[in-house]
């Protein structure tokens, strides 16, 4: 029995609590097992908590996580700039966890109040403009930010352009923003600064491509998406809480990224 436990904790070991201490990156087995960890979180966050307490999924909503994001992506920064010391809860994924745990009684209290999404956005702008102020006063080289902005700028024209030619379902315009936002500052970080792709997949592309072959590939990737979710989900709201997913996956990261280039990492 003994043996067992001890190969049980090795593969734990090696392909979860190992990466996340050293930053060496996702693999097969932890991407597979976080996706489906993510989807059955949101899944489970809409049937149990959004739909019961009767919040609708729109602007309000995407507005009332952005400061909770902001707040986990920061720290996750943080972490990795040695200003805070590590910990699983502050690690990826474990700030994942965290950040959840600490907005739902957020929103349960707005919806119980009725004063949604006030509570909500208040709470998570406290903790990020905490995290905001120890990154700043931390703060030593704001080129990387200027850059990133720039290829966000440009990218997000685009965008918009395209938008304005072609509209698609408005909500879903968010989530693009941010994974465009995501993509500069992952490219701005590879092509200038010499930093390693950390997604296994993504990390043998741009190998092969360079770092702006993420340009086309994220925007294959929000287009699959978007018409996956539109056939495979019929239901609107549940739908556009995909769509909230899907923009939490790209700000995370999009706010993470130069900010850990600021601290020069």
Do not use: C
Request: aromatic share 20%.
């Amino acid at each position: 029995m003994t043996g067992i436990w001890q190969a049980i904790w090795e593969f734990f070991y090696t392909y979860f609590w190992h990466p996340m201490f050293t930053r060496s990156g996702y693999n097969a087995v932890n991407t597979f097992v976080y996706a489906l960890l993510f989807g059955l979180g949101v899944i489970y966050s809409y049937k149990y908590i959004i739909k019961p307490l009767g919040i609708k999924v729109d602007e309000r909503l995407f507005l009332a996580v952005t400061p909770m994001v902001v707040f986990g992506s920061t720290v996750r920064a943080l972490v990795d700039g040695g200003i805070l010391p590590e910990n699983p809860l502050i690690l990826t994924p474990g700030i994942v966890f965290t950040a959840f745990l600490l907005i739902v009684p957020a929103i349960m209290a707005d919806a119980k109040l009725g004063t949604y999404p006030k509570v909500t956005i208040a709470w998570g702008s406290v903790l990020a403009l905490w995290a905001i102020y120890v990154w700043v006063t931390h703060a030593r080289n704001w080129e990387p930010y200027a850059l990133t902005l720039l290829h966000t700028a440009v990218s997000f024209a685009v965008v918009l352009a395209f938008y304005r030619w072609k509209p698609f379902d408005r909500l879903y315009l968010y989530p693009t923003l941010a994974h465009y936002f995501d993509v500069a500052s992952t490219v701005v970080a590879i092509h200038y600064y010499g930093y390693r792709e950390v997604h296994w997949l993504e990390n043998i592309l741009v190998n092969h491509f360079g770092a702006y072959f993420y340009y086309p590939w994220i925007t294959v990737i929000l287009i699959v998406v978007y018409y996956g979710l539109k056939y495979l989900v019929p239901d609107e709201e549940e739908r556009r809480f995909w769509y909230l997913a899907v923009y939490i996956l790209g700000l995370g990261p999009a706010i993470r990224d130069p900010a850990q280039l600021v601290l020069q990492l």
